[in-house]
């Protein structure tokens, strides 16, 4: 089965800077999706980031960035020029592309995230 | 108006009684699901359906059992509701062909069991 790790239960950065949120999985597929969801105190689960397994390229959305590292199988995402409303729980997320498993979605643990002024 | 509608967004109960969570959609999707988030535990797979007349267990449905009236709703039940099952239930949808993975969820019920 599938399992997703988020190590670090807290994190902190402050406004301006660079933060790296770490994740990884265990899998024995060789095509699937990575995600990374931001949660903000509104509940809201808002899609940041999506990695395809097949893609060597790291994803890039604005600010946000991933390494995905496939063999390692780490997905960690960094947070550039971090601002006040970046603060939220950040989950990562594990998404198999075969039909039968019915596109579940496997959460870690999570990370929340402050940002200082 | 929201693609993915829960209600109620916010229940409190009493042990033993049986509630009922609501879901639906406009996106069209085939699938949907039930999630379950606790502190320190991210979110985890109660049921999901593939249509109306598949329905699949996931990691934690004990104490959980689920209805796909349609192919845009789908509610959770809590037949004899415990005071640890409070947690915040997520629906979400997604369509296997299309969007490539996304998953749209509802805004969330905060369930408490008292």
């Known amino acids: 089965a599938q399992t997703v790790t988020q190590s670090q239960p807290e994190m902190s950065v402050q406004e301006a800077e660079t933060v790296t949120l770490s994740c990884t999985y265990d899998t024995s597929e060789s095509d699937y999706y990575l995600f990374w969801y931001k949660q903000p105190p509104s509940r809201q689960m808002i899609l940041v980031i999506r990695q395809e397994a097949y893609k060597q390229q790291n994803a890039t959305e604005n600010r946000f960035s991933v390494n995905f590292q496939k063999a390692a199988k780490s997905f960690s995402l960094k947070i550039s020029d971090s601002q006040l409303g970046d603060a939220a729980m950040y989950f990562c997320a594990y998404r198999g592309v075969i039909y039968n498993q019915g596109g579940k979605l496997i959460f870690g643990q999570g990370t929340e995230l402050s940002v200082k002024p | 108006d929201a693609d993915v509608t829960q209600t109620p967004r916010n229940r409190i109960t009493k042990t033993g009684k049986r509630i009922m969570l609501e879901c639906s959609q406009t996106k069209g999707h085939d699938r949907m699901y039930w999630y379950r988030q606790d502190p320190g535990l991210g979110l985890r797979l109660i049921y999901y359906?593939?249509?109306?007349?598949?329905?699949n267990k996931g990691e934690i449905s004990d104490g959980y059992s689920v209805s796909r009236q349609a192919q845009a709703k789908f509610s959770l039940s809590l037949e004899s509701a415990i005071p640890n099952q409070t947690a915040l239930y997520f629906c979400?949808?997604?369509?296997?062909?299309?969007?490539?993975?996304?998953?749209?969820f509802g805004q969330g019920t905060r369930l408490t069991v008292v």
């Open positions: 979400a949808t997604s369509d296997f062909k299309e969007e490539k993975g996304k998953a749209f």
């Open positions: 359906s593939f249509d109306v007349k598949d329905i």
